[in-house]
């Protein structure tokens, strides 16, 4: 009995208890980024954003949390109702199970697997299910054209992101997320990635349908898109992937271009602050992308955007996959 | 003991889900659970070790073959009950199918088992699993080992590609499409006039 408990009780209360604190901080972190994107947009605006529940407006997100906890969920009678659910908790729970292999510091990590950048590409490319099965359930006209849009929307730009991912894992040779941070790159290499980081950083903002290419559910166009017709608690897990989504997005950046858990620009004299801090203020960095870019940039027109996916990026990260890995072949670079 | 509980897990819920892709009487519930499917078969991959497959296997079917499935079983305008029912003619047809790829399996399988030359068949063996990821030990099968048939399979693919495309595609006479290098070259004296106006009068 004891050593049943030896052997599967106790790592899997350690397991449970490193999950539960993970998605504790991850849910924090996604209520108080809805704050921060609306305090830095009205910033941006020359507003004052949420200023009244709390001080500072810092309760804001929590009476949000539970007005949309409060309210009622409708499912419409026409609606596919299974599937209709379905769709917002496969959503949040994507955005959740993926950063079971994002390394925050050395060695903190849930699981520590091979192939952890395939994970993660697996996990962000099922998440156009979530859409487009609310898209279909809802059974209407609105939230059917913003599936759609999404659907096609997010597989163009996995394509570019694959090959940007591909750019990256050639200059490291390895596909475990710790070894791709803490593989040393020489400057060379760091100046051939940086296009990448470009088309990496537009393509996150595609990804997860934040404007510029908010188009899945462009209020102008087809009202609310595919979360049309969700309510309260439905609605409110939409949301809360969204945002989880775009903060993943972010320690993937992180992790890829902007070397994870290091002190930056390699200033060994910083390291002696908790690879943590470095980490989430990277996250911080590229999350503020997220909301300067939303607030700065109009929206796409559907058409411009399918372009950009399929006959800009597509050819430069594809030619550019070539470039790389023929100036790792002549430099004789390449990760053994 | 965790291992043998996940495979049966797994397992299952595939066995299950397949079934109900031929049973579902929604064609797009079909069609979500294949996906389901497919994501377990994911599972018993890396149970299995492998992986590489796994994940691929996740993204190539799950993240984008499913999706096109998906985007054109929702599109169809067709009744399926309709189509379901002549369907118990062709029983006898799949029967001989599935047992023919069931007896090829065996087949395969007991050669590989019980045969003592079986193993020195292959051109180029695998590389020992203990020693390489499956990931390095695939990349050196297919892309070192298997370089020529593996270029061979990538252009018939290209060429049924272009195929495709070329028996498809027809151009509309009177649709306007967007030039966009047009768009773009347009400079500011020929997209525009400046003319002086006086009060009082207009253009």
């Not at chain 1, 979360?227 to 949301?239: D, G, H, N, R, W």
């Not at chain 2, 003991?1 to 996940?6: K, N």
Request: aromatic share 12%; glycine share 8%; proline share 4%.
């Amino acid at each position: 009995m004891i050593e049943i408990w030896n052997t599967y009780g106790m790592p899997t209360l350690f397991m449970l208890m490193h999950i539960g604190i993970l998605i504790g901080v991850l849910l924090g972190a996604v209520a108080y980024y809805t704050y921060l994107e609306r305090k830095v947009m009205g910033a941006m605006q020359r507003r004052q954003g949420p200023m009244t529940v709390g001080p500072f407006g810092l309760l804001q997100p929590i009476a949000d949390g539970v007005k949309l906890l409060s309210k009622e969920t409708i499912v419409p009678s026409n609606a596919n109702g299974p599937v209709f659910v379905i769709a917002p908790m496969l959503t949040f729970t994507l955005a959740l199970i993926a950063w079971a292999v994002i390394p925050v510091n050395a060695k903190w990590v849930l699981a520590d697997i091979n192939v952890g950048i395939l994970y993660l590409f697996a996990v962000s490319s099922m998440g156009v299910y979530g859409v487009i099965m609310a898209g279909w359930a809802s059974n209407s006209k609105y939230a059917f054209l913003g599936g759609l849009r999404s659907a096609s929307q997010m597989v163009s730009y996995e394509v570019s992101m694959g090959l940007v991912i591909v750019c990256v894992l050639l200059c490291v040779g390895s596909l475990n997320l710790s070894e791709i941070i803490t593989t040393e790159r020489p400057f060379w290499v760091q100046v051939m990635l940086f296009p990448m980081l470009i088309v990496f950083l537009v393509s996150i903002l595609a990804e997860t349908n934040r404007a510029p290419f908010d188009l899945p559910e462009g209020e102008s166009e087809i009202t609310g898109g595919f979360m049309v017709e969700y309510s309260a608690m439905t609605f409110a897990l939409f949301f809360l992937g969204e945002y989880a989504n775009m903060i993943l997005m972010s320690a993937m950046t992180v992790v890829l271009f902007l070397g994870g858990w290091l002190p930056p620009f390699g200033i060994d004299a910083l390291a002696f602050v908790p690879g943590v801090v470095w980490f989430s203020l990277k996250t911080l960095l590229v999350m503020f992308f997220f909301v300067w870019s939303r607030a700065t940039f109009p929206r796409y027109r559907y058409d411009q955007l399918m372009r950009l996916g399929w006959k800009v990026f597509l050819p430069f990260t594809l030619f550019w996959v070539v470039v790389v890995s023929g100036s790792l072949i002549y430099f004789d670079a390449l990760p053994k | 003991m965790l291992t043998a509980f996940a495979f049966y897990l797994f397992a299952a819920i595939t066995l299950l889900s397949a079934m109900m892709v031929i049973t579902a009487r929604n064609p797009v519930h079909s069609v979500l659970f294949l996906i389901l499917a497919f994501f377990n078969a994911a599972g018993l991959f890396v149970l299995l070790g492998a992986e590489f497959i796994a994940m691929i296997l996740v993204i190539v079917y799950v993240g984008a073959v499913a999706v096109l499935f998906l985007f054109v079983v929702m599109m169809l305008d067709i009744s399926f009950a309709d189509l379901r029912k002549g369907a118990m003619q062709y029983v006898p047809v799949g029967l001989i199918a599935g047992g023919v790829l069931l007896a090829e399996l065996i087949a395969v399988f007991v050669a590989w088992r019980f045969s003592n030359s079986a193993e020195q068949n292959i051109a180029v063996p695998t590389p020992d699993a203990a020693e390489v990821t499956n990931t390095e030990a695939l990349g050196q099968v297919l892309y070192t080992d298997y370089i020529y048939a593996f270029q061979i399979s990538g252009l018939i693919l290209l060429v049924a590609m272009i195929g495709a495309i070329v028996l498809t595609h027809r151009r509309r006479p009177g649709v306007r499409k967007q030039k966009i290098e047009e768009q773009v070259s347009r400079t500011q004296e020929e997209a525009m006039e400046i003319q002086k106006v006086t009060p009082g009068t207009g253009i």
